[in-house]
């Protein structure tokens, strides 16, 4: 047939690699395309629309529709409507910030759409053959991906006033939100093992499937999926521990909730959690815990690979404290964004609120449960890993909710997320639907943005007073 | 200095003096709160927690009720309340949730009373009744309010706003048992005391967070609320449902509003974010406030009225950690900065002028307009009632037309849509151009198919016989803004001629503009195109200093002969003959786009060809499309440009192009002249202007059934899952082109109700209707 024509005349026809969308979730899981509801096709409609193409992060976050709507409407305001940034620079910060993580996936996809929108093939050797404009941004990306802490208000001095290289406040948020969007992404990308696209490096092989099953993705990715064969380790686990564990969970839930009133903690034993738990995450780190070294592609667009989260974590970093009363997102961070920025604010706030929000009452084969705590737990974790303290909040429940396997997921996912294998996805929650772990994800990145954003944009906050 | 000034009130035996003055904390504050005896105010803020003597000259530290060891949570406030009927009664909200009460009168160093500790979040509010002595409420981050009985210990009450936190809490201060309670989410309810249960009343107030609210002191209606899409709105809540009486647009998320006491209108307002002054607003005239206060350098975080009768101490906290105290007298009045005239023209040269009035009384008296007709068409004044701030908001609109039947801009319209601008051979254009050109009597610079555009049009233009109009003022959407922006203050010395045959402006303002101390926005970021276009072309206007404006005088004969000869057939044989010119002009174009227009100049100018060079007359071009445009003919500029095409764009950079092409557009579009307009977008070659068709290209529609937008898809409701547009005719839904008879409502495929026109008047859908199309 055809097929046979093609080869011979020289043609090399690619096919798929991978197992579906994403690596750690069987494509039997995963929402088949054709089989999707009134509501969902819709959003494949406007993803396809807006981006040309049906990705498989879009496939993956399907789960969560509501969620997957308002994220695809920030991502496409944010990639091609009104702003103060022209396109490729978009999609080149969108590179830049895709890249500290290396996270090969979003940069294929980006390389793509920057050149698609007319973006200078040079740049891409390195952030080096970008306009200073680009390369001075590369700091705040850098400080931002690992120790957002660590922004100050002259950093936004140094790019506000660089002569002819200057950005405008607006732009800069622009970028600001940009960065933080992709580094959060990255995190989705690596925490849901996004496998690559078929039309970018590594999703596709010219090998006759007989050949191998060797996973070329798995080299170019810097993601280790270890366990490649079994599918279901989860299943080696007694079923009846990992059914425990969510009758666990769901005990300290309900005590947590009843006791809450009686016992009193002392204000200092208050501060005092939160900054064990702010200390203790600096070393919560999974065991396996290797050198990666980035794929040749990826690397290029970032100098100084050895800047990342776990140089100062082994040294025990002292992270200072950020209380949220005094500069939160909803009073303070949403006005600066709106007003630099025009309805972004509006869109991020949207997507904060349908995150924080997002609950079905289920927790694994349990039905109509508030598991408000548990992603409060959540949310406060990751800020908590960030230095930011909610002073309402006692610090002591995320020890009962988190157990060390999840607090290691979390923190890898957020912090390092070229490291997280499938075997530190499957080893949380194990009981829980893959459903809820992409749930989860989605916690996170936002979570995770929301953190970066506060920082930032408390400096650009400092340097306008 | 006025700073220094001194008031002195007396409010029925009682005297408040002072001045304006301020006071550095050790920390920045989160809120304040004032003493009913009008000498003391509290702050309260993350860590710190001190009452103020307010004296004349100065604050005066009174007492630190941060008192212990350590510090606690607990005492990291985020508002704090004075109780109006006890003077020893505090209350302060943390934000750990827990809600501390005060009692100054305690003999011990530490004043701390009562712990609530029944919040599971942050306390945004705590708010103490009006005149009961020991009711206290309180609205928190987790959505209840609570309300404390103090002489228990825990709470009497919970109210649950079923929804996220509670902004703000405010008794109402005329009804007993009434308060309101603003939410995150937009929300503002109103709540009985007695019924816990559910909220009396309840609606969205905002578009987001309602920071806060309070009542008036005197209308026990009205409420206003502020929030963090910038606005301030006061509601009267007497009605069966609250009604917006009044709407300001600040520049930042409101964070306090304060009524101002004696003053029925006037409110103080401060922001969370970005702006740092203090605002007092009269709610009647919400484009400009009444007074600000500029003082602090960080934003404001707590304002409150020194007293509740005393209209002219404003006290305010903030978080550079300073204390103020503001006097009403010293604030800047942004009002006295703005320039209260107005100026706009109406599409037909129509002109609306709008001042305050005492300067139109006094103006009337000399002699302002020297053109020959001027008629006010109508004049209209608004007087405010009396009252000190109205005499500056009451102003007067005149409205000038042009004299009827001279001019208009028929020519304008008609000339747009018969233009040709493209899809002919470049000949061809030209000839039609020219036609229309001189059917409308306008000026011809139309050049005839087989002669040399250029020469002739250079210098052929007189201005006589030209509507001339000031882009400046035909811009959409200028008119309100320039009145404000453009605080020159003293020009007021406009003259305003109107021509018999069309609009000519001649605005001191407009030389001044020439002269560059524009204010960057004084035409919305369109200033440097718009520059050529301010100044208008009164001849000896006419800047002489630039060469490319002055015409050369010999050039009149050539005119002549040009406009007389017809287009004779043996001439375009010729033209056939000339193997430059064979075949269409695309061709010549494409083949040799840079020599293209030279080479129709060879045909009958075969003498210059030699002797000048090639560009020579792409400078003539030039010159004439800047000369007609900076007539205010745009419309000739743009259409010669497009017909040229390649032949003169070269010549004229690009930005002279898009500002024409825009300034081109916008005068179609304000015509309504959308097709035409559309076919200038699409054949510019300037990708500002092209890209302008791919803006907003969405249609919205909405369900014909039950009113609301269809998102999904277009034909089909998601709600009431129905077909919204069934064609009358085949009855399958009509997914393209709509057309419906706005009689009957009744339509279907724009083919098949054409097809069904032919044979019958009546609706198809069987009406009886007999539908009309146009």
């Not at chain 2, 293209?596 to 075969?606: E, N, P, Q, R, T």
């Amino acid at each position: 047939g055809g097929r046979d024509q093609d080869e011979e005349l020289g043609i090399r026809i690619p096919r798929p690699l991978g197992q579906g969308p994403s690596r750690f979730i069987p494509e039997k899981e995963i929402l088949q395309v054709g089989s999707e509801d009134a509501q969902m096709h819709a959003l494949f409609a406007d993803s396809f629309a807006a981006l040309g193409r049906l990705d498989n992060i879009t496939l993956v976050m399907v789960f969560h529709p509501q969620y997957l709507e308002s994220f695809l409407k920030t991502q496409h305001y944010l990639l091609q409507m009104d702003g103060p940034l022209p396109l490729h620079y978009r999609h080149y910060i969108g590179i830049m910030a895709a890249a500290r993580h290396q996270c090969s996936y979003l940069v294929n996809l980006h390389v793509n759409d920057f050149l698609h929108v007319g973006g200078d093939p040079k740049w891409l050797n390195g952030l080096e053959n970008a306009p200073q404009k680009l390369q001075n941004l590369g700091e705040l990306n850098k400080v931002l991906a690992h120790r957002p802490w660590l922004i100050t208000k002259e950093h936004i001095e140094g790019l506000l006033k660089a002569e002819e290289h200057s950005w405008s406040l607006a732009e800069l948020v622009h970028a600001v939100v940009l960065l933080t969007h992709y580094h959060s992404l990255a995190s989705f990308t690596f925490g849901c093992g996004i496998s690559p696209e078929i039309h970018c490096d590594g999703g596709h092989t010219f090998r006759p499937p007989s050949v191998s099953n060797y996973c070329i993705c798995d080299i170019t990715n810097g993601n280790h999926s270890v366990d490649e064969m079994p599918v279901n380790s989860a299943e080696n686990v007694s079923v009846s521990d990992s059914f425990f564990e969510v009758e666990a969970l769901m005990e300290k839930m309900r005590q947590l909730q009843e006791c809450r009133d009686e016992e009193e903690a002392s204000q200092e034993e208050m501060a005092s959690r939160f900054e064990i738990e702010k200390r203790e995450s600096m070393f919560v780190f999974s065991s396996d815990d290797e050198e990666v070294t980035p794929a040749r592609a990826v690397s290029r667009h970032f100098e100084d690979t050895s800047y990342g989260y776990k140089d100062f974590s082994r040294h025990g970093m002292h992270v200072p404290t950020f209380r949220v009363q005094d500069y939160c997102w909803e009073d303070h961070g949403y006005s600066l964004v709106n007003r630099l920025y025009p309805d972004v604010g509006q869109l991020i706030d949207e997507k904060f609120h349908i995150a924080y929000n997002l609950t079905y009452n289920t927790m694994a084969m349990h039905k109509d449960v508030d598991t408000s705590m548990l992603r409060r737990a959540i949310w406060n974790y990751i800020h908590c890993m960030f230095g930011i303290r909610y002073d309402d909040y006692d610090y002591g429940e995320i020890n009962q909710l988190l157990d060390r396997s999840f607090k290691v997921y979390i923190k890898t996912v957020v912090c390092t997320p070229e490291k997280v294998t499938k075997r530190m996805y499957d080893s949380f929650w194990r009981q829980f639907k893959h459903s809820e772990k992409v749930h989860v994800n989605l916690l996170l990145i936002e979570a995770r943005m929301q953190a970066e954003l506060l920082y930032a944009l408390r400096a650009i906050t400092r340097y306008m007073t | 200095m006025e700073k220094m000034s001194r008031v002195t009130t007396a409010l029925g035996g009682s005297v408040l003096t002072g001045r304006t003055m301020h006071c550095h904390l050790d920390a920045p504050a989160n809120a304040i709160s004032v003493c009913r005896d009008a000498a003391q105010v509290v702050v309260a803020g993350r860590s710190i927690f001190k009452i103020y003597a307010i004296e004349e000259e100065q604050f005066v530290e009174k007492l630190n009720l941060r008192v212990g060891r350590k510090p606690s949570l607990n005492l990291s406030c985020a508002d704090v309340v004075w109780h109006q009927m006890d003077e020893n009664l505090l209350a302060t909200a943390a934000t750990n949730g827990v809600v501390v009460t005060w009692n100054l009168g305690r003999p011990s160093r530490n004043k701390q009373d009562q712990l609530f500790t029944e919040h599971k979040r942050t306390v945004n509010k705590v708010c103490f009744h009006p005149t009961e002595a020991h009711v206290l409420l309180s609205g928190s981050q987790d959505g209840f309010m609570k309300c404390f009985d103090l002489r228990r210990k825990d709470s009497v009450s919970t109210f649950s706003g079923q929804s996220e936190s509670v902004r703000d809490v405010q008794f109402s201060i005329r009804d007993y048992f009434t308060f309101a309670s603003t939410f995150e989410n937009g929300n503002v309810q109103l709540w009985d005391i007695r019924r816990p249960d559910r909220c009396e009343r309840m609606f969205t107030a905002h578009n987001g967070p309602v920071f806060c609210c309070d009542w008036h002191p005197e209308d026990r209606g009205w409420l206003a609320t502020g929030g963090r899409d910038k606005m301030v709105k006061v509601w009267d809540m007497t009605t069966h449902r609250a009604k917006e009486m009044h709407c300001v647009q600040t520049i930042a998320s409101v964070a306090r509003v304060k009524w101002r006491p004696e003053c029925r209108h006037h409110l103080a307002t401060c922001s969370m974010m970005v702006d740092h002054n203090i605002y007092v607003w009269d709610v009647r005239r919400p484009f400009v406030p009444a007074a600000m206060f500029e003082e602090h350098r960080d934003v404001t975080t707590g304002i409150a009225w020194r007293h509740p009768h005393d209209p002219s101490f404003l006290l305010s906290g903030s978080k550079d950690s300073s204390l103020c105290q503001h006097l009403f007298r010293d604030a800047s009045q942004p009002v006295e900065r703005a320039n209260p005239e107005g100026l706009c023209y109406g599409l037909f040269g129509d002109l609306a002028f709008a001042a305050k009035e005492s300067l139109v009384a006094a103006e009337s008296g000399r002699k302002p307009y020297t053109g020959d007709r001027r008629h006010p068409i109508f004049f209209k004044r608004k007087l405010d009632p009396a009252e000190p701030f109205a005499g500056l908001a009451s102003s007067a609109l005149s409205v000038f037309e042009t004299e009827p039947g001279g001019g208009g801009m028929r020519w304008f319209v008609d000339t747009a849509e018969r233009y040709a601008l493209a899809g002919r051979p470049l000949a061809e254009l030209c000839d039609h151009n020219a036609k229309v050109a001189r059917e409308l009597g306008r000026n011809q610079p139309w050049p005839s198919a087989h002669c040399k555009p250029q020469p002739q049009c250079g210098q052929g233009c007189s201005p006589q016989g030209l509507g001339l109009f000031n882009l400046k003022d035909m811009a959409p959407g200028l008119g309100s803004e320039t009145r404000l922006d453009r605080s020159k203050g003293d020009a007021r010395s406009d003259t305003v001629l109107l021509d018999s045959s069309a609009t000519l402006i001649t605005n001191e303002d407009n030389e001044e503009t020439e002269g560059s101390d524009v204010p960057a926005d004084y035409l919305l970021g369109d200033v440097e195109g718009e520059e050529d276009e301010l100044y208008l072309l009164d001849p000896e206007h006419a800047h002489p200093e630039d060469p490319e404006c002055v015409l050369p005088q010999e050039a009149f004969p050539l005119r002549h002969e040009i406009v007389d000869t017809p287009p004779g057939p043996e001439h375009l044989q010729d033209k056939a003959d000339s193997p430059h010119v064979s075949g269409s002009e695309a061709d010549v174009a494409s083949l040799a786009p840079v020599d293209s227009s030279f080479s129709l100049l060879s045909v009958s100018h075969a003498l210059y060809d030699s002797r000048l060079p090639p560009d020579f007359f792409g400078v003539l071009v030039r010159d004439m499309l800047h000369f007609y445009a900076e007539q205010g003919d745009v419309q000739m500029a743009v259409s010669v440009l497009i017909v040229l095409g390649e032949r003169v764009r070269k010549d004229i950079d690009e930005q002279t192009q898009e500002h024409w092409y825009t300034s081109y557009i916008d005068l179609l579009q304000r015509f309504r002249l959308w097709n035409v307009s559309n076919e200038v977008v699409k054949l510019s070659t300037s990708r500002a202007v092209s890209c302008l068709n791919q803006a907003s290209t969405t249609l919205h529609v909405n369900c014909s059934h039950c009113k609301r937008p269809m998102s999904s898809r277009g034909w089909v409701c998601d709600r009431c899952h129905r077909c919204a547009s069934m064609c009358a005719v085949c009855h399958h839904v009509v997914k393209g082109l709509f057309v419906w008879c706005q009689g009957c409502s009744h339509g279907g495929h724009l083919q098949h109700i054409m097809k069904w026109l032919e044979g019958s008047s009546h609706c198809p859908a069987g009406c009886g209707h007999l539908c009309e199309y146009s």
